[in-house]
């Protein structure tokens, strides 16, 4: 009977230490992925900054050949007022 006892605790002892292992790998594991997940959003933040700059930077262009546009058209306009008030007078 002792030795059924012994080797219950004995094979208790052996799967609390082979839980344990598990418990420490699994524990390793979400760390690797906690610090992936870290430089993940670090890589995404970077990028947001990125597109972010890149398309204030096309808007500004838009911008300024728009109001080129607009400059040129206004020239024009009074260009052929002007032409349309020398006849006139």
Sequence with gaps: QSSEVLHLLRSAACAQRVHQAALAETNESLQALWRDLGRLEGDWTS???QAQK???GFLQRF???LQ??????????NEIQEKRWARMG
Excluded: P, Q
């Design 54 to 56: 890149k398309h204030r």
């Design 63 to 65: 911008a300024l050949v």
């Design 47 to 49: 990028a947001v900054e």
């Design 68 to 77: 080129a546009k607009i400059d040129k058209e206004r020239s024009l306009h």
